[in-house]
């Protein structure tokens, strides 16, 4: 995985294994632009195939985690950075350029994190909203500062959720309280989010990157081969049947039943010491 400065975030790799993408533009309240977007699924596309990387961070600078897009720098406004993809037309300027852009870029950046086999943590230091609101809805764990606000708020402009803000809402929160949500345009502190499940986790605003390296820490130090394969299986158990579930559950147990991090296990718990997973990925390394 390449670390550095790329459009709209820093990049780098913390012990042990933590991916850390920071948005580096509070200016702009770290608004989205097409440039970041593709930058971004190209640099979690390589965290994914690192055997480097165990988890992925994602926070933002200033007052905010990303405030949604920022249509005013889609037209060439300079980011700063070393770009990892080359430019391509923003798109949006038609139906069709719109359903495209969505599809490809905007839609393509959640699904890409969501697709993650490794565990994902947000850490919520601002204001998130529309885009932002999503790919913190996208990540496995999210934390939040106490003075951090989140929410849709896309009926505010007319628009919609269209990075499938209302399909992640009715998995967090289930139909009824999407609904009030959503129409009623609602962006809510910290503490409601909380109590509304959206998050899972609120902290002293200074504490904030260290409770996210804790928890990230405590999260690549686990079993990897288990916790992605019991990570995907979490996502399928809410769209498949019981039948399906304990079939697809069966499958993913005879790859880890005899993986070593088991036997390790195992061999751990008689001991009565604790588990030191993970010994693969440190030969690989």
């Known amino acids: 995985m390449k670390t550095g400065t790329f459009t709209g975030f820093d990049l780098s790799l913390r012990e042990p294994g933590v991916a850390w993408f920071q948005f580096n533009s509070p200016e702009r ?11 971004l699924i190209e640099a979690v596309t390589q965290a994914q195939m690192d055997n480097n990387v165990r988890v992925l961070v994602f ?7 990303c405030a949604g897009d920022d249509l005013r ?19 949006h300027d038609t ?20 697709n993650l086999d490794k565990l994902t943590v947000c850490a919520l230091n601002g204001v998130a909203i529309q885009t932002g609101f999503s790919l913190a809805l996208c990540c496995d764990f999210r934390i939040a500062a106490d003075s951090a606000r989140m929410g ?16 992640l809402l009715v998995e967090a929160m289930g139909v009824a309280k999407t609904m009030d949500f959503i129409m009623r345009k609602r962006i809510v502190e910290a503490q409601e989010a909380l109590a509304l499940g959206l998050v899972h986790e609120v902290v002293p605003a200074a504490e904030l990157e260290d409770a996210a390296m804790a928890l990230a820490t405590e999260l690549a ?32 147990t005879a ?23 993970n010994a693969w990925l440190e030969a690989d390394a």
Do not use: C
Request: aromatic share 8%; charged share 25%.
């Open 29 to 39: 309240l770290n608004g989205m632009t097409t440039a970041i977007k593709r930058d």
């Open 59 to 65: 926070t933002g600078t200033g007052r905010a985690f």
């Open 73 to 91: 720098a889609y037209r060439g406004v300079d980011l700063g950075g070393e770009p990892l993809v080359d430019p391509i037309p923003p798109g």
């Open 95 to 114: 139906a069709l350029g719109t359903y495209n852009g969505l599809r490809t870029i905007s839609q393509a950046l959640n699904s890409a994190v969501r």
């Open 152 to 167: 849709s708020a896309t009926l505010r402009f007319g628009l919609l959720p269209d990075e499938g803000g209302q399909y």
């Open 221 to 252: 130090n686990g079993p990897q081969v288990s916790m992605r394969l019991l990570k995907r299986s979490i996502y399928n158990a809410a769209e498949l049947t019981w039948s399906q579930a304990l079939d697809e559950i069966a499958a993913k």
């Open 255 to 277: 790859v880890s039943d005899h993986h070593p991090d088991a036997r390790e296990g195992v061999t751990a718990f008689n001991e009565k010491r604790d588990a030191k997973f």
